[in-house]
């Protein structure tokens, strides 16, 4: 893009484009229309029932070249490996999300395990395997030691490339299927991995391919079923900031973890543009590991870090897409915000489509309380199910109590035939008694 086109752009407002659909990209659409820089967000494909938003079915890289925005941001980690951000700053637009060769971080986890072992990032013991005999001895290894491997494809499987395996039976039985194409391509190749104690968080950093800004960590509930019990699902509900990370640890994280993959990106040639969503395990000594990368905005975690910023996003954005971070665009309020996700009849299976939703209006008139939609569409001008994850329903306040309170009453006021929810979002942080 040139300079000259760069500053009309800002003068007329920002023309954002935000390709996705599900509750991640409502939320960020939401934050991005708030933004004193921004005059249009358009989703794609977005979805049609989201209130207030314009979105538009199809072909998201076909629209993005058409429309040529001034900022495109890019939600799911799918298009991100395949591409789609290599192509559209190929075609001189300004994209927030990294290219092909950066989102191999998340793309493979084979990558992953020997970037962080080249840059000295710190990650659970690992070994890459590819063929039955390998997994057997490197099971026998891990046994040896005393210890049960967590099997890991290496490729994109939507969340569900990864067995916690209680004996190395298990683990075995779960390496041979994936070996043997129970994921396709992306089970060929599997990291084994030691398995490691402690607690979750999910700690996101904007990056520009050299500076960072990073946001409150947030908790994520994987587990369909209270007391973190069931099968697990895309994540069922969300709090920020999460006290188990301090602001003593996310500089860690940010010194020992973010920084050096930013640096090594770089120096390997592929500059990480986007942001990267750290997948942390904190030990019960408060030391911190890195379970995963991904490369985007964690879905429903966006919904929380959206909540609890003020500021610009559009102007924050677009100097990271532009390699020139402004990380004076937003500011982390005080705020706490929790998200709980109402989910369909059958999810985390297959999920029930067509049940009619009710009190939507109504929910959005508590007090600090926001409904994003995930699975939804309209159907004869009325709302209804279309998805596993249909709504991520989200309010903040003075303390995550009180963000809680919020949250569970504008969700009293929502109803639809066999929706399910967790009540216990936050009891962690709760039970900490730090809110
Ligand atoms: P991943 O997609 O790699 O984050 O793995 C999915 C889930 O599996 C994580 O959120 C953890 O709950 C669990 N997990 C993955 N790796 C490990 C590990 N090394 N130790 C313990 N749990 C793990
Ligand atoms: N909530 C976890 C993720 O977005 O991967």
Known sequence: MQDGQKRDGLEDGLRVLVIGGGGREHALAWRLGQSGSVAEVTLCPGNPALPDLKSVAGDPRSLALDLRPDLVVIGPEAPLCAGLADELRNAGLAVYGPGSAAARLEGSKAFMKEFCKRHQIATAAFEVVESPAAARAAIERFSARGQIPVVKADGLCAGKGVVVAESAEE???????????????????LVLEERLPGAEASVHAICDGERVLM????????????????PNTGGMGTYAPAPLVDGALLERVRDEVVLPVVRGMSAEGSPFIGTLFVGLMVSPAGDAQVLEFNVRFGDPETQVLMSTLDGDLGRLLLSAAEGRLESDA???????AMCVVMAAHGYPGTPRKGDVIDGLERAAEVEGALVFHAGT?????????????????TATGDSLAEARERAYSALERISFSGMQFRRDIGYRALERGSE
């Open 330 to 336: 937003v500011s982390v309020s005080e705020r706490h």
């Open 171 to 189: 683990a075995l039985t779960a390496s041979l299927e994936m070996l043997d194409g129970r994921f396709g391509d992306a089970g060929r190749r």
């Open 215 to 230: 946001l409150p960590a947030a908790q994520d509930h994987k587990r369909i079923g209270e007391g973190d019990r069931g």
């Open 377 to 393: 569409t309209l159907k004869d001008g009325r709302v209804v199910t279309s998805g596993g994850r249909v709504l991520g329903v």
